[in-house]
């Protein structure tokens, strides 16, 4: 009787202590999953910039020693411009360096014409939906907003299990309980099947 107790008890303080950090997170992934759903609500993000830039003799020949010149080639760029997006990918090529920057907020393709010296950049600012869509996905993003989807993930099921624990409690409605439990596991299980 009293572990029982105890058991219930222990599941109302874990409800109540996640429910704080779930509530934040629930509300950004609902409402961010609420816009993944309906992209035609929004306009689309800004027109990607484009221009040009000429690269310094000195800074060519340090390049074309390189076996990769990837980080000599950003350097310099993010010193002449703001760049926007970290480092995705690159491959040299015929005489050409092409460099690719992606994150949440953007991405930025670059071409670097090792015979010209010509590097051209062409960015794509990211609109704000489309910010909060990719954080929603983990698209891109860094190892601390990994790391912030799992643990709201976790909390959230730790959330939702002490609160079904704490629903199941109430032994007089017991029986609505379970039969509402597997109606609710059928619905979900039949709009999964239509969706597939």
């Known amino acids: 009787m009293y572990q029982r107790r ?23 992934f609902s409402v961010t999953g609420l816009l993944l759903n309906h992209p035609e609500w929004f306009k689309p993000a800004q027109q990607e ?22 980080q000599i080639i950003l350097d310099y760029l993010r010193q002449q411009q703001s760049l926007v997006g970290r ?21 930025t393709d670059i071409w670097v014409l090792l015979d010209t010296a010509e590097a051209e950049i062409t960015m794509k600012p990211a609109s704000t939906v489309s910010l909060l869509n ?25 959330l939702s299990l002490a609160g079904y624990i704490l629903f199941l409690t ?24 239509s969706a597939v």
């Open 87 to 107: 480092y995705q990918s690159s491959e040299i090529l015929d005489g050409e360096v092409m460099i690719r920057l992606d994150s949440p907020a953007g991405s």
């Open 134 to 158: 990719d954080l929603h996905r983990g698209k891109n993003v860094g190892a601390g907003w990994s790391w912030l989807i799992d643990i709201s993930a976790v909390i959230i099921v730790l």
């Open 49 to 70: 910039q484009s221009n040009t830039i000429i690269l310094p003799e000195p800074l060519m020949q340090t390049i074309v020693e390189q076996e990769n010149p990837t």
């Open 170 to 193: 109430l032994k007089t409605r017991l029986l609505t309980h379970l039969t509402l439990t597997a109606v609710s596991l059928a619905l979900i299980t039949l709009l999964i099947w």
């Open 6 to 28: 105890d058991f219930y008890r222990h599941a109302r303080y874990v409800h109540g202590w996640l429910s704080a950090f779930a509530f934040i997170a629930l509300i950004f």
